[in-house]
């Protein structure tokens, strides 16, 4: 079983930063590849950004590229989101999640765990 637990949300005004982070549970952490998502209510949630075992792939939303930055650390089991240039359309809830594969994928159902999810809002 793997946990992961987000940290690092909270308020920012438009144009700020933000860098959250997942801290993930169990000894495969540093195999599996990562993902973040986010949701707002009434709307299903949407792809952010996605790293492989290694850290050397990522990818992301086209909503958030250029702008967001995913990486993790294997030896403290964390993985990180950047986030910079914040407007209000990234107000959301943040989910990090795990899968059992190494490599990146960009749907929700690919994912095997998730977070209980961290609350940004960006006020303008």
């Known amino acids: 079983q793997v946990q992961l637990v987000e940290s690092g949300g909270g308020l920012v005004q438009a144009g700020g930063s933000l860098r959250l982070s997942c801290a993930g549970s169990g000894r495969t952490f540093s195999t599996v590849a990562m993902g973040w998502f986010r949701q707002t209510p009434g709307k299903e949630r949407e792809f952010v950004a996605t790293i492989n075992w290694s850290g050397d792939t990522t990818d992301y939303g086209d909503s958030v590229k250029g702008r967001f930055t995913i990486s993790r650390d294997n030896a403290k089991n964390t993985v990180y989101l950047e986030m910079n240039s914040l407007g209000p359309e990234d107000t959301a809830v943040y989910y990090c999640?795990?899968?059992?594969?190494?490599?990146?994928?960009?749907?929700?159902?690919?994912?095997?765990?998730w977070g209980q999810g961290t609350q940004v809002t960006v006020s303008s």
């Open positions: 999640a795990s899968r059992r594969y190494y490599s990146v994928a960009y749907y929700s159902y690919e994912y095997d765990y």
